[in-house]
């Protein structure tokens, strides 16, 4: 399980910024993301509660995360869970300072850090052929 979330994370992590597709009524939204945080093996990502994208994966917590390398791809599609302590923010915001800029309590805003579970991840060629498939 570590070694399967570790080569999503270093997928992610070589491709430096990801996409998060979500759904907003019958509509599919994506949005490029660029932070993402290991802890105790789990891969946690971060958006804002005030934004778009928090309400529309609070409604349905379905959403797919894509990355491109070269000729090769990550699909990673799962249900996004948020935790609630207060930890993994703050954690979040010393992994990435310049956050800080955006999450504060001048701004009043708040990172909603999340993780999926019951997740498929796809590492594919540039045809679309699987190449490995991990259910984490």
């Not at 491709?15 to 599919?28: C, I, K």
């Not at 093996?41 to 804002?48: A, V």
């Not at 302590?85 to 954690?91: A, G, Q, S, W």
Request: overall charge negative; proline content about 5%; hydrophobic content about 35%.
């Amino acid at each position: 399980m570590m070694a399967d979330i570790q080569k999503i994370y270093d997928f992610l992590d070589q491709a430096g910024v990801f996409f998060l597709a979500t759904e907003d009524g019958d509509q599919p939204k994506c949005r490029p993301l660029g932070f993402k945080m290991m802890d105790q093996h789990t891969l946690y990502f971060g958006i804002g509660t005030h934004k778009n994208v928090y309400r529309q994966l609070q409604k349905n917590p379905k959403c797919e995360i894509c990355a491109c390398i070269k000729d090769h791809f990550l699909r990673w599609y799962g249900e996004a869970v948020f935790e609630s302590d207060p930890v993994y923010e703050e954690k979040a915001l010393r992994i990435m300072p310049p956050l800080k800029d955006i999450y504060n309590e001048k701004t009043g805003y708040h990172m909603g850090v999340f993780h999926l579970v019951h997740s498929r991840a796809e590492f594919c060629d540039i045809t679309g052929h699987p190449e490995d498939t991990l259910d984490i």
